[in-house]
């Protein structure tokens, strides 16, 4: 057993000012990465498309957001509880979130390269 174990939260270490969407990773290995994503009004710039090698299971433990879909327009609302798997090459984009509490998402990346 590790020596290292340690307890933490999901919800600690959040900066009380954030000028940029903060992204940790909080495990990685050579197939996965799972991530901790806290977003405060934060988007994605017009124009500019997520398009990743690998799929991506991500979910909104609190807060709320709205991505969208390149490929068919749709803008999904997401809120607390909510998760979607985003195939490899799916062009998304956050396009709002809230900015008034964090949203706090957590993010699997998995297949392909990372």
Sequence with gaps: ?????????????IPSELP???F?????????????????????????WYDQ??????MVLRGSAVLEFESDG?????ESGDYVIIPAHERHRVEWTSQHE???WI??????AK
């Excluded at 197939?31 to 934060?42: K, M, Y």
């Excluded at 090698?53 to 991500?58: A, I, L, S």
């Design 1 to 13: 057993m590790s020596n290292n174990m340690e307890k933490k939260s999901i919800y600690q270490d």
């Design 74 to 78: 749709r803008h999904m609302v997401m």
């Design 102 to 104: 964090d949203t706090v």
């Design 53 to 58: 090698d690998h799929d991506e299971w991500v």
């Design 24 to 48: 940790d990773v909080m495990v990685e290995t050579g197939t996965l990465r799972l991530e901790r994503i806290v977003s405060r009004g934060h988007t994605t710039p017009m124009g500019q």
């Design 20 to 22: 940029e969407e903060l």
């Design 107 to 112: 993010a699997l990346h998995y297949g392909g």
